[in-house]
């Protein structure tokens, strides 16, 4: 089993930045590809970004130039550096875990609990 437990999230003015993190229990993290989906009031849950164990990335449109995605093998912390928030950035912010790089979701295993984004315009 893996546990994922999100921090970071809050408040923030259109163009303001928050940097999320994403602690990981087990021994295992640096063997899974960590990724970060979002998901608005009403809307279906949307890929953010992945990462892969060595550092390769697959970004979203939307957030490509804005955000970016880190990783901390030794830390077993994967974090996600906002940066130009929009209002329409504004999300519950969720981790997740999955074997091989996937934008699906529904191929990520583990998930957190989430981290609310507000972003005021």
């Known amino acids: 089993q893996v546990q994922l437990v999100e921090s970071g999230g809050g408040l923030v003015q259109a163009g303001g930045s928050l940097r999320l993190s994403c602690a990981t229990s087990?021994?295992?993290?640096?063997?899974?590809?960590m990724g970060w989906f979002r998901q608005a009031p009403g809307k279906e849950r949307d890929f953010v970004v992945a990462?892969?164990?060595?550092?390769?990335?697959d970004y979203a449109d939307f957030v490509k130039g804005r955000f970016t995605i880190s990783r901390d093998n030794a830390k077993n912390t994967v974090y996600l550096q906002m940066n130009s928030l929009k209002p329409e950035d504004t999300a519950v912010y969720y981790c997740?875990?999955?074997?091989?790089?996937?934008?699906?979701?529904?191929?990520?295993?583990?998930w957190g609990q989430g981290t609310q984004v507000t972003v005021s315009s």
């Open positions: 990462i892969t164990l060595n550092g390769g990335t």
């Open positions: 997740a875990a999955a074997d091989h790089m996937t934008s699906v979701a529904a191929l990520y295993n583990y």
């Open positions: 087990g021994r295992t993290f640096g063997s899974y590809v």
